[in-house]
């Protein structure tokens, strides 16, 4: 069984469109993660959620939004694509957010790519 | 804010060469993780390492943890083609910098040649 999937694997899309991102951990973990990768392949964190509390990397659009309607879910909303959005998205979960048990597991990624 | 830089960005070596990775960190550190990320792939967790001057091995693998807790090195030894990827060292701060997130840095990719 796979811990943390993601779907969909690819998507392509035109600029200006809304898209999401789902994400499902089945390792009972607490904290939820997206990181989006970029061709460089650098990993920058977008958000972590762990227990209804969002912490949200300042960096990020308001165009980007995570919604999650339960402990082992948490979905990618993103508004009005720009081009600059294409990259990998990896979801993660851990254990707890900080310390020893914050390993992170992370989900096989989403390629999106805008056109 | 917290930063992690991990040097070099990229490194080719030869099938049995040895291999190091290092990081440093702009704070303290509660705690490093390692991550290995195969081509096409997403990032693994390799180690996580806590205490000041502690070192782990797995197998040609070797880390490090520094005695102020700023900085780690992962050193592979006699390297094979399996070990083909990117490597990403992960800091978290001590003082709860980032709300407790990992920072992650920029990574190493390893390229070996047969």
């Known amino acids: 069984d796979t811990a943390v999937s993601q779907t969909p694997k690819y998507l392509v899309t035109q600029m200006g469109n809304d898209k999401s991102i789902k994400c499902e951990q089945n390792?009972?973990?607490?904290?939820m993660y997206w990181y989006k990768q970029d061709s460089k392949k650098f990993l920058k964190i977008m958000f972590s959620?762990?227990?209804?509390?969002?912490?949200i990397n300042e960096t990020v659009p308001n165009r980007f939004s995570p919604k999650s309607p339960d402990k082992a879910h948490l979905n990618l909303h993103i508004n009005s694509l720009e081009l600059g959005d294409s990259a990998v998205y990896f979801c993660?979960?851990?254990?707890?957010?900080?310390?020893?048990?914050?390993?992170?597991?992370f989900g096989p990624g989403t390629r999106l790519t805008v056109l | 804010g917290q930063q992690v830089m991990q040097i070099p960005q990229y490194q080719h070596v030869q099938e049995g060469e040895d291999f190091t990775t290092y990081c440093n960190s702009s704070?303290?550190?509660?705690?490093i993780q390692w991550y290995k990320q195969r081509p096409g792939g997403h990032p693994v967790f390799l180690i996580q390492?806590?205490?000041?001057?502690e070192v782990k091995k797995q197998k040609r693998l070797t880390f490090q943890f520094g005695e102020a807790k700023k900085n780690s090195s992962l050193h592979i030894t006699a390297t094979q083609t399996t070990d083909v990827g990117t490597y990403f060292c992960?800091?978290?701060?001590?003082?709860?910098?980032?709300?407790?997130?990992?920072?992650f840095g920029k990574g190493t990719k390893l390229s070996v040649k047969p």
């Open positions: 993660a979960s851990s254990p707890q957010r900080g310390g020893p048990r914050s390993t992170q597991y």
């Open positions: 390792l009972g973990h607490d904290t």
């Open positions: 959620y762990n227990n209804k509390e969002l912490i």
């Open positions: 704070t303290t550190l509660s705690n």
């Open positions: 390492l806590v205490k000041s001057g």
């Open positions: 992960a800091g978290q701060s001590r003082y709860g910098g980032s709300q407790g997130n990992l920072i």
